[in-house]
Structure formats: C-alpha cells, structure tokens
C-alpha cells in the first residue's frame, strides 16, 4: 500500500485518528473493534475530519479491496455471526475439523466430546476405527449410564431419542439395557420401549421392574396424545352411523330433516314439508361395532407394535365397540383379555420372529360374529412365511361378507416402511387399502371405517398429506 506520509507535507485530521500509512476511506469503516462504543467509540461528530480524505488519496484506494480477515469485521456485529458459523460447523465436523477451527471448549467440548463416544468410534466391529480414538462408551455400564446423563443434559429430549437409538445399534448396547442403572439414565421413548420387548425373554427379574417403569412412562405419553382424538373421532363416527329415518320426535335431527327436504319448501305456506324425517340413534349402551386389531409382531414392527398395543387399549375403553387385539409372528396370542392394562399388553408381546399371516386372519375370522358391524385392521409389513394364496383368500371371504378390511404397512411416526409390494398390490386388487398410517391419523381412520366410506380415497389422500 502507498506511503501517504511523504506526499502531504502537513498532518490532516485524519493522518492524526490513523496511522500515515493505512488511512481509513470515508466509504470503507474501520473494524468493528475499533469503533463500537464498549471499546471508546467516539461519537459521529468527532469522526467526521476522518471521513474527507485528501485528494491525492481517493484515486490510489478506491479500489484496493481490504483483507478477508478486515472485510469478516468491517461492519459492526458481523464478527460475531462468523464465529457462530466456525463454531456450528466444528460442532457438526467434529475433531477432523480441530485443526481449522480450533478446538471445543467449555460445554462445546463437552457436548463434542459426548457425540464423538458415539459417532467417531465406529461403532460395532470396526476395529480400525476404535484403535484410532480412546473414545466410546465401552463395556461398562456405569460409564454409559453417565453416557446417558451428559446427552440429556446437553441435548433437547428428540435428540437424545435419536442418539440413543444409535447407540444401541452402532455400539451394541442392548445387552446394557438389563442392567436397571442404565435404565434409570435413559430418555423413555418408543423406540426404546421396542427394543426392551424385543429383550423380554432374556430379561432378569432386578431389571424388569425398572423396564417397566419405562414402558410405562412411555405407554402414559401416548395416551395423552391419542386417547382424546380417538374417542371424540370414534365416538362422533359411531353417532353419524347411527342416524335413522323413522325417529321419534325427540330424536329428529331438524338441521339435517330441513336440509334433506329443502325442494319440498311450500311458498304459499312459507315453511317445508318433510317428506323424509332424519334423527338420531338412540343413545345405547350397547355394542356397535366389533373391532379386531391383528398385529404382526415380527423384529421390524416394533413400534408398530407399541402404538398398536396403546390404541386397543384406548378402543377397548369405549362400550360402544368390542375390541380384540391379536399378535402373531409364526404362532397366535390373543391379548384381548389384557387390554385394561396396556403395559401388560406390551409385555405380552414377543417382538422378533418369522411371520405367518394366513395363521393369524384364521384366527382372527372365529372373533367375527357380525360381519357387517366388524372392522378388521392387519398391521403388518406383508412379509409372509406361511401360505400366500390362502392369506388372500381368507381377505376375500371376509370383504365379501361384509366385513370392513383395512392393512396398515405400518402404524408409527418412522416415514415409509419396507413391506411386500406383490401383496400390497394383491390386496388393493380386492379393494383392500394396503398403507402406512401414523399414529395422529389413525382415529380418523377408524371413524371413516365405522361410517364405511372409501377407504381406498381416504387412503390416497392421506398419502398425499404425509
């Protein structure tokens, strides 16, 4: 850069503000920590004799660019947005990107140093990997416990969801899992609650009370979420459905009755005169419909499984419906008789297994008795091991009865599932929706099944909404 000292013979105002040899342009500010007011700012005013240059130095730095590190800083504020970026992106790096950015200190380092026991140790059977770093969280499980506390304590409770579950399958933690410390430091998820099923057999007697202080602070959560929805969705289906049009006067629904019979209004009269009068069903107690829940229980719907178990538990709440939960892998358990307890449900469950379908609509077609007020829901990935024909049959003899048949690839929050698409496709040409359904849409599907509308355009529409 020029030397400006030697072509003004007397200092300016700015020459005294600045050193000779790098004066501040009027149209180029001096660096943020220069001018702002915590660090002696002066006012406007006193700044203005720097601000009118001499003429011979317009021309030589008009065009002379400032330095990346003076361009980062030159506006007040900009530093500060600079470093957060360096800092997001050493945090999403991790210690790859320590020599570029520095290292992680106070709680970043500790939050980087969480992520890297889980996402820079290779996880299972990558030795290389963990030869390169101390980190990992080892075999011990007092070590993952502590593991567990830092994560929920520097992370929002959907991460810790996310990284527990990668941590039981990067680093092989399902074993830890039967050890009640580590179930104590845990985030209760759903999730979580699968994978604790899956280990219901291996389980010892010290470690299920505290997995079923989990399952059931997770089976609580859901219920809080869906038990409202489902009875109001339900309850209001079963009332539509139960309209009728020969009412007793106080049963006359006088919006619907006026609407249906608007053509027969009489001008002369000033008033219509029904020809078809619409009420109410009257209030029951009685049963209305029958709903058998058959649910494939198979290591890849577990948290359809969970869900599952929830929603019967809530339906079997509701008098207006007679509800029946049925799981199956390779044999049949009827968990009907446990629905008043959906903690019990989910531990009656055997998560894992192979898959016979047809064995498990066999059964499920002796609980249905009246089949025009029945509602059939399979929950299942179509994986079929047993006899594929009959399966398909078995569907056919129950839609042609009457009965309303849906089968939900999935039912759970976890995006589109795997499934068998030769079935899928077999079961839509018998006019059986075949489609994954999340637990927030699952009460308007079954209020659309008790008012047997098109369950294949419910189906479309729900695909295109998700």
């Known amino acids: 850069m020029t030397d400006f000292s030697d072509m003004s013979p007397e200092p300016t105002p700015a020459d005294e503000l ?37 003429p011979s130095q317009e021309p030589a730095l008009s065009h002379e660019p ?27 790096l991790g210690g790859p990107a320590e020599e570029a950015l520095g290292k992680a200190e106070g709680r970043d380092g500790q939050m980087d140093a969480a992520m890297a026991a889980l996402y820079d140790s290779g996880g299972p059977g990558d030795s290389e990997a963990g030869s390169r770093r101390s980190a990992g969280l080892g075999g011990s499980a007092p070590k993952v416990a502590r593991w567990l506390g830092d994560i929920r304590e520097y992370f929002p409770s959907t991460v810790v969801q996310v990284m527990q579950s990668d941590a039981i399958e990067r680093l092989d933690l399902t074993r830890l899992l039967l050890e009640p410390e580590m179930l104590a430091a845990v985030e209760p998820d759903v999730h979580l609650v699968g994978t604790l099923l899956s280990l ?81 069903g009257r209030r029951t107690t009685a049963v209305q419909r029958d709903v058998v829940l ?13 869900f599952s178990g929830v929603f019967a538990a809530v339906l079997a709440s509701m008098r207006s419906l007679r509800t029946s939960l049925v799981v199956f892998d390779t044999a049949v358990v009827d968990l009907t008789d446990q629905l008043s307890d959906p903690v019990e449900v989910l531990f009656g469950t055997q998560l894992g297994g192979g898959t016979d379908i047809n064995r498990a609509i066999a059964y499920s077609q002796q609980l249905i008795t009246r089949p025009r007020d029945s509602i059939f829901v399979l929950i299942s990935d179509l994986y079929e ?45 018998l006019g059986v929706p075949a489609f994954a359904c999340t637990p927030d849409a699952f009460p308007d599907l079954m209020a659309a099944a008790i008012e047997r509308r098109d369950l294949m355009a419910f189906a479309e529409r729900l695909v295109t909404t998700m």
């Open 385 to 429: 091991g047993g006899v594929r024909e009959q399966m398909l049959r078995r569907v056919a003899e129950m839609t042609a009865a009457g009965v309303q048949v849906v089968v939900l690839l999935a039912l759970s929050d976890e995006g589109a599932p795997a499934y068998d698409h030769e079935n899928a496709a077999a079961l839509a040409a």
């Open 200 to 280: 219901n057999r291996v389980m010892p007697a010290k470690t299920k009370e505290a997995a079923r202080a989990v399952v059931q602070t997770v089976v609580e959560q859901l219920e809080k979420r869906i038990s409202q929805k489902t009875r109001a969705a339900v309850s209001g289906a079963l009332n539509r459905a139960s309209r009728i049009n020969r009412p007793r006067h106080a049963d006359i629904d006088w919006d619907k009755t006026i609407r249906a019979n608007l053509k027969h209004y009489q001008a002369s009269l000033g008033t219509v005169i029904p020809e078809r009068l619409v009420g109410y």
């Open 294 to 306: 058959c649910v494939d229980q198979s290591g890849s719907m577990a948290s359809s499984v969970v």
């Open 18 to 54: 600045a050193p000779s040899h790098e004066p501040a342009p009027s149209h180029e500010p001096a660096p943020a920590h220069e001018w702002t007011p915590s660090h002696g700012s002066a006012p406007s005013s006193e700044r203005a004799p720097s601000q009118e240059p001499a």
């Open 66 to 92: 400032a330095p990346s590190h003076e361009r980062a800083s030159s506006r007040e504020g900009e530093g500060e947005p600079a470093r957060e970026r360096a800092r997001r992106w050493r945090m999403v």
